[in-house]
């Protein structure tokens, strides 16, 4: 199952991405610091979160999807080495809530 995200759901994200990052960045776990290939997606590239899920970006649309891949992850979290930081879809089902923590405590949805 693919999930696509509209231009307006991209900015959003980027923008709490950013203030995901400025909040980690006071207890000093940079993102760049995750152990997963951390970048936006270019048009028509793709990004691989550890092995769980791929994000690719239509070239026409400028949708993100975001597909399983054939890793054993879910595709549900992305986190640190430790699981104190991470990114969360879904803690229950049918949800429709992204959750940023850092050092295990959530600092944003």
């Known amino acids: 199952m693919a999930v696509k995200l509209t231009t307006d759901q991209v900015t959003v994200l980027e923008a709490r991405l950013a203030a995901l990052e400025a909040k980690l960045a006071e ?51 992305l986190a640190d080495a430790d699981g104190d930081t991470q990114i969360q879809v879904e803690e229950s089902a049918d949800e429709d809530i992204i959750r940023f923590d850092a050092e295990g405590t959530e600092v944003m949805t």
């Open 27 to 77: 207890v000093q776990t940079p993102i760049s610091a995750w152990d997963i290939d951390a970048a936006f997606v270019g048009q028509g590239g793709a990004l691989k979160a550890g092995v769980g899920f791929v994000i690719t970006k239509e070239a026409d649309t400028g949708h993100l999807i975001l597909t399983p891949s054939s890793g054993s992850s879910s595709g549900a979290s």
